[in-house]
C-alpha cells in the first residue's frame, strides 16, 4: 500500500491521486506524459498545471471535477466566468433546479415589462439585477447535472456506450 503523505492543505490533485491509492510513481504512469516531478510540483503547488494535464488528470482519474476546479479557479479567464461546481446527489440537483425554475416563471412577466423597450430604467435594475441572480443559479444547477453526468459516465454508474446512442439517436 502506498505511503500516504500527512501534507495538510492538500491540493485537489494530491487528494484525487491519493484517493485512488496512486503513488506519484504510478500516477506518472497511468497519465503517461506527466512525470513523477512534474506531479509533486503540481500536487505542491510549485506550478500551476497546464489544460492539457488537467484534462488528462480528469480522464484517467475518472474525476471530471478536476476540470470545473481547474476552470473556476486557477484559470484566469474561467476564474471571471466558471463557478465552481460541487457535487451533489441527483435528487438535490433536480429540487435545486425545480426551484430555481419556479422562481424564474414567477419573474417571467417582470422581465418581459423590463426588456421590452430594450433598455433597463433606474426603477427597473434593482428587479433585473434579481432575475439575472435567479439565471445564474439555473445556469449553475444545469452545470451540476452536467458534471454529475460526467462522474457517472466515468465511473461506469451511467453505461457510456447506451448513453451516446441515446444522445445521437435524440439528435439525429
Same mark, same amino acid.
Given at each position: 500500500m502506498p505511503r500516504i503523505s500527512t501534507k495538510e492543505n492538500k491540493n485537489i490533485y494530491h487528494q484525487t491521486r491519493e484517493s485512488l491509492g496512486l503513488t506519484r510513481e504510478s500516477a506518472s504512469e497511468l497519465l503517461q506524459t506527466l512525470s513523477p +516531478?512534474?506531479?509533486?510540483?503540481? +500536487?505542491?503547488? %510549485?506550478? /500551476?498545471?497546464?489544460? $492539457?494535464e488537467v484534462l488528462l488528470m480528469a480522464e484517467k482519474y475518472r474525476q471530471p471535477s478536476l476540470c470545473n476546479f481547474y476552470c473556476a479557479n486557477q484559470c484566469p479567464i474561467g476564474q471571471q466566468y466558471v463557478p465552481e461546481i460541487t457535487i451533489? $446527489?441527483?435528487? #438535490?440537483? &433536480?429540487? +435545486?433546479? /425545480? =426551484?430555481?425554475?419556479n422562481s424564474v416563471q414567477r419573474s417571467r412577466d %417582470?422581465?418581459? +415589462?423590463?426588456? &421590452? $423597450?430594450? #433598455?433597463? =430604467?433606474?426603477?427597473?435594475?434593482q428587479d433585473f439585477i434579481q432575475i439575472q441572480q435567479e439565471l445564474e443559479r439555473i445556469s449553475i444547477c444545469v452545470e451540476t447535472l452536467q458534471l454529475w453526468s460526467e462522474q457517472m459516465l466515468a465511473t461506469g454508474k451511467i453505461d457510456p456506450q447506451l448513453y451516446q446512442a441515446c444522445k445521437e439517436a435524440q439528435e439525429g
Amino acid at each position: 500500500m502506498p505511503r500516504i503523505s500527512t501534507k495538510e492543505n492538500k491540493n485537489i490533485y494530491h487528494q484525487t491521486r491519493e484517493s485512488l491509492g496512486l503513488t506519484r510513481e504510478s500516477a506518472s504512469e497511468l497519465l503517461q506524459t506527466l512525470s513523477p +516531478e512534474r506531479i509533486e510540483k503540481i +500536487e505542491n503547488e %510549485r506550478c /500551476l498545471p497546464h489544460p $492539457d494535464e488537467v484534462l488528462l488528470m480528469a480522464e484517467k482519474y475518472r474525476q471530471p471535477s478536476l476540470c470545473n476546479f481547474y476552470c473556476a479557479n486557477q484559470c484566469p479567464i474561467g476564474q471571471q466566468y466558471v463557478p465552481e461546481i460541487t457535487i451533489k $446527489d441527483l435528487s #438535490q440537483i &433536480v429540487l +435545486e433546479m /425545480l =426551484a430555481s425554475l419556479n422562481s424564474v416563471q414567477r419573474s417571467r412577466d %417582470r422581465l418581459i +415589462e423590463i426588456t &421590452v $423597450d430594450g #433598455q433597463i =430604467a433606474r426603477d427597473e435594475i434593482q428587479d433585473f439585477i434579481q432575475i439575472q441572480q435567479e439565471l445564474e443559479r439555473i445556469s449553475i444547477c444545469v452545470e451540476t447535472l452536467q458534471l454529475w453526468s460526467e462522474q457517472m459516465l466515468a465511473t461506469g454508474k451511467i453505461d457510456p456506450q447506451l448513453y451516446q446512442a441515446c444522445k445521437e439517436a435524440q439528435e439525429g
